[in-house]
């Protein structure tokens, strides 16, 4: 079944302001939802990149809709680390998480070193 959802762009908006976006978009009938896990913006004139994993749970706590975490882990999370955030998520909100792991961008992957 096909779901058209609302991306949370962190790198784009304030973790509040996507709060209220996300519940916006389930207000509008928004079968879903997708954020992006990022260190930094893309570029200055984005200007934000709030803690996608705290930020998750606000959301999900607020709305009832199934969330997606896009997230490039590298070397910025132990592959336990990011395991145990979304076990942990998964456990409060049942069958409404599903995770996209890849590799990305230097600037949010090499963060830590």
Request: no cysteine; net charge negative; proline share 8%.
């Given at each position: 079944m096909t779901a058209i959802g609302y991306h949370a762009s962190h790198e784009q908006f304030a973790?509040?302001?996507?709060?209220?976006y996300?519940?916006?978009?389930?207000?509008a009938g928004f079968g879903c939802a997708k954020s992006s896990d990022h260190f930094h913006p893309w570029s200055e004139r984005q200007g934000q990149s709030g803690f996608a994993w705290s930020w998750l749970?606000?959301?999900?706590?607020?709305t009832s809709?199934?969330?997606?975490?896009?997230s490039a882990p590298g070397y910025r999370y132990h592959p336990a680390v990011l395991a145990q955030a979304a076990a942990t998520v998964a456990d409060?909100?049942?069958?409404?998480?599903?995770?996209a792991l890849g590799s990305?961008?230097?600037?949010?992957?090499a963060i830590s070193g």
């Open positions: 973790p509040s302001a996507l709060l209220d996300v519940r916006q978009a389930e207000a749970g606000a959301a999900m706590q607020a809709l199934p969330f997606g975490m896009i409060m909100f049942p069958q409404r998480l599903w995770l990305g961008e230097a600037i949010n992957e």
